[in-house]
């Protein structure tokens, strides 16, 4: 080997040992924490980890912010909803995650999830619950309401540099819904360093999406959808992660190892904080746990191959094999204080 060569090697290396000193002091663990709040794990059964992590978010990040019971219909999923609710203002996260894993089992033929036993992906489990199908209340926790504004188009007047004038013709009274569970993919993302991504302007992003921006074949209108009602919480994933190496050549996507995820995003007047997010042991997958921000502030990794969670500083932009975040809307109390 070349000295050039080693040279290289070294410095990649110590690259890499500087990134991992770097993580490790980021997800820092307490190894004595003061638990004011249950935080018991449910053990792993059958290969459950991919549910886990979804309704451990769901139970310790979103529904203490629900202020009433979902309400039940005919719809399996409104009982689910509902039982979740009751369990974690009982504080009995374990019946909870219990009932979301038979939930799944004994539904896995009609929501097109795998078998009873089978490894499966966190996202297919947000798809089934938060399927747009499902008209129950609760899902509008996780939507935006928008109404259209359509402006006619008229080209500058001659000699005159203004750029196009838009008048306001019309504003249609009709609310539509969409859905706060938005997918990425790699011209999304800015790679910074050895595999080391950024997003870039998630916000932005987000927000181009709900409003929508479209004009007519004849360039003679303008369609843009306002922001009428916030989602309270917001799912983004990753595309990338969680899926094996066939399906990524198959879709053209690059295998990100460490992404860095905004603390705070904002979409128009709305601020959003990272609250919780679901991380792989691999690239493709293969086992999965949740890190979650309880109502008091602290922070926990879940993880049901553990007998208990670990308490970390905080949830960090930067993790690795991250494919799911999930961001909740800030009040304008909790604004003024996080500024």
């Known amino acids: 080997m070349r000295q050039s060569e080693v040279r290289d090697q070294f410095q990649k290396e110590k690259k890499q040992e500087y990134r991992d000193k770097k993580q490790a002091k980021i997800i820092s663990v307490n190894d004595q924490p003061e638990v004011d709040y ?22 310790r990040s979103v529904m203490p912010y629900i202020p009433e019971p979902p309400r039940i219909d005919d719809d399996p999923r409104a009982q689910l909803f509902a039982n979740l609710w009751k369990a974690v203002q009982e504080h009995d996260f374990t019946s909870g995650i219990l009932s979301a894993q038979d939930f799944i089992w004994d539904n896995e033929g009609k929501y097109r999830l795998r078998e009873r036993g089978s490894f499966g992906n966190p996202v297919d489990v947000c798809e089934c619950i938060l399927d747009p199908r ?87 209108l303008l369609m843009q959808r306002q922001i009428v009602e916030y989602a309270k919480f917001i799912i983004v994933v990753d595309r990338s ?25 904002k979409i128009e007047k709305a601020e959003y904080q990272l609250c919780g997010c679901v991380l792989a042991t691999r690239s493709t997958g293969f ?12 922070v926990y990794e879940f993880d049901n191959m553990k007998s208990s969670p670990k ?26 204080q996080e500024k």
């Not at 249950?38 to 139970?59: A, G, L, Q």
């Not at 013709?169 to 360093?193: G, P």
């Not at 080391?196 to 999406?209: A, C, F, Q």
């Not at 909740?328 to 909790?334: A, G, K, Y």
Request: aromatic content about 10%.
């Open 38 to 59: 249950p935080c018991n794990i449910v053990p792993n059964r059958e290969n459950t980890c991919f549910i886990d992590c979804i309704f451990n978010i769901i139970s």
């Open 241 to 265: 992660q969680g899926h094996g190496v066939e399906w990524r050549e198959k879709h053209g996507e690059l295998s990100r190892s460490i992404t860095y995820y905004p603390l705070k995003i």
């Open 134 to 220: 499902c008209i129950n209340p609760f899902l509008g926790h996780f939507q935006f309401h928008t109404k259209a504004e359509v402006y006619k188009i008229s080209a500058p007047i001659k000699n005159e540099l203004k750029a196009w004038i838009t008048e306001d013709t019309q504003k249609s009274n009709k609310i539509r819904t969409k859905r706060a569970m938005f997918y990425l993919n790699d011209e999304n993302f800015v790679e910074e360093d050895l595999g080391d991504w950024r997003l870039v302007n998630l916000g932005g992003l987000l927000e181009e999406s709900i409003t929508d921006c479209k004009v007519s074949l004849d360039d003679s």
């Open 311 to 336: 308490k970390v500083k905080r949830i960090d932009g930067k993790i690795k094999y991250t494919g799911l975040v999930i961001y909740r809307q800030l009040t304008p109390d909790q604004e003024l």
């Open 287 to 298: 086992h999965f746990k949740a890190m979650c921000t309880i109502p008091n502030g602290d």
